[in-house]
């Protein structure tokens, strides 16, 4: 493997000393940009996921514009059920719409645990594109859902603000949630060392709604199966996770083998530094929201972040994904403010 | 005023030795009944929170059907910007609706601070026929959502995973926010102290959207607000404080004055003992989803609760409104495992 120029991202996963943290964004590539709503009037969310052409142009589109310190493949985490036979739409202002959705034990027969390279291979394909486009310049990062947060849309079927339905199918049919788990599991862990494979430098593991459940309930139904994806990836590539809301679980995190771990705006640095024993790398957490504020105050106020969690063992970078809304100088002000920081 | 005759509950929030803690359950007069959806076929939304008959009656279906040691009033955190001249509606299948959000200074000019008797005595002639009605067996708890939690509905105009909009306002516009939110926490004083004259003997304060601010933000748009309420309230009631996902303000809200504090299912027993110093009364904290476990289930995990958290200053209670599909019997058995409470 040929060297990576800007290396700041990988120091930082390594634990090393930099001169300022590495920046980038969650959903940097998306909504919020001129250039992706562009592709996005031509061809639908699926298309554009799986045309590697299109899927790398969108991933390098924002590094492009604002020169982040790692770019992010362009996917969704729910390319893996569809690759799982469970039939995945994208609705206009619903978002993802699983018309039959998982909801009994008989539903699971179903379910496959596919061959990655017929299946997801266009991912594969994407990859090796972005590493072509992205010349050395900057590490690609590649992610995956967590199992739990999978699960919750398989059988939810949709978006929800409590994903009652995926809680009530793993506390009444515990046994089928865990088949269901496992299953998404092995799948997970294959698709990412295919990854690993076809060139990306570092994996995310987003637990979108681990936060949903109860420190023990997120042992059981969440936890268990992330641990089994890092101890599978961990030899092979820096690991972040990502658990959104899930501060209870920082500790436990920690001693995981991930390289890093993913850290929301409700917790502060000095918490999660307490949290996780202020040895690993953590990520984040600037509230997406907080963008709309002027960028002056953007700028102040992501200085006043770097200070708090510290230059080194850090990567700059939001609590949650960057919303469709925001003005695109405010993004800009979020990424000068990492590259124009100075200790004081 | 005359001895109520079951004070489990207001022993609990003095912080007294008790045999077993007091147990109700958030929305605890809700759709989850049969009962209540009876009266919800015949009656729209306001017409029941602006009836005394209904809204008394309603109050008292759960104590009737399980013998709660605590009736909450059936009302709506959004009669107070209703009363304030805020438009409100509810709309099936979406919950709130306010056709004309508030979205600039410009359009505070249309609130008004109410004179609460003319406006609200509907809620107050309801506290005092459910009083009558209780017959001092239990208390009768009057509630109120936070001034942030408020303004969330009268920006955004709906409910939301992020309220965004909401956010927006509070980042860009601080000083409309900031007017906003003082007006809803005076009129919110006076409502609540008209409660207190009614009848209630303790007031609790809803804060659901706290859990969408960091922590210093919560400080600035929520809890200055809440703690305002409560120095207005405490020398004349109980006042119980309830933000949900703001395990990183339990310090300070331990300091401010409230009897006792909500905990929602993501703090554990322990983690809240030690956040909030081991002193006052806590309330909580069952996962809402969990009521779907089969009966036997839930009784183990209440009696487990109970014995985390202790028997003395705790108050059980679900970490969240109970879901509108939860069987009756899982509702029952939560409420019997408190009242077969035997420490060992």
Redesign the interface.
């Known amino acids: 493997m040929s060297k990576i120029k800007n290396d700041l991202f990988l120091r930082a996963l390594k634990g090393e000393t930099v001169q300022r943290p590495p920046v980038w964004m969650m959903r940097q590539a998306g909504r919020y940009l001129p250039e992706f709503m562009e592709i996005k009037a031509k061809y639908d969310f699926f298309t554009r996921c799986q045309t590697p052409e299109l899927a790398s142009e969108i991933t390098i589109q924002p590094i492009r514009r604002f020169g982040m310190d790692a770019a992010i493949l362009f996917s969704d985490i729910l390319v893996v059920p569809q690759a799982m036979n469970i039939e995945v739409e994208m609705k206009p202002d619903i978002g993802p719409w699983l018309p039959d959705p998982i909801r009994s034990a008989d539903d699971l027969d179903r379910v496959i645990i596919p061959e990655i390279e017929s299946s997801l291979g266009y991912v594969m394909d994407a990859i090796k594109m972005t590493k072509d486009k992205l010349n050395h310049e900057i590490p690609l990062i590649g992610f995956a859902g967590s199992p739990w947060t999978i699960l919750c849309y398989c059988v939810q079927g949709r978006?929800s603000?409590?994903f009652?339905k995926a809680?009530?199918f793993c506390?009444?049919q515990p046994h089928a949630a865990h088949a269901l788990l496992q299953q998404i599991t092995t799948t997970t862990i294959s698709y990412l060392k295919a990854k690993v494979a076809a060139g990306v430098d570092a994996v995310q593991l987003f637990d979108s709604w681990g936060?949903l459940?109860?420190?023990e309930?997120y042992q059981v139904f969440s936890w268990k199966y992330m641990q089994q994806i890092i101890d599978a990836l961990k030899s092979q590539v820096p690991v972040i996770a990502f658990g959104k809301?899930c501060?209870?679980a920082l500790d436990v995190m920690a001693r995981s083998g991930a390289s890093a771990l993913g850290i929301d705006?409700?917790?502060?640095a000095r918490?999660a530094r307490y949290l996780t024993g202020g040895q690993i790398t953590l990520q984040g957490n600037f509230?997406?929201?907080?963008l709309?504020?002027?960028p002056s105050?953007i700028k102040k106020q992501v200085k006043l972040m770097i200070d708090s969690f510290g230059k080194d063992r850090y990567i700059v970078n939001l609590g949650h994904g960057i919303?469709p809304?925001i003005p695109v100088e405010n993004a800009a002000a979020f990424v000068e403010a990492v590259k124009e920081y100075k200790e004081e």
Request: hydrophobic share 25%; with cysteine; aromatic share 16%.
């Open positions: 978006g603000k409590n009652d809680k009530e506390f009444t936060g459940l109860s420190p309930d809301g501060w209870f705006w409700t917790c502060s918490n509230d997406p929201t907080r709309f504020s002027p105050e919303l809304n």
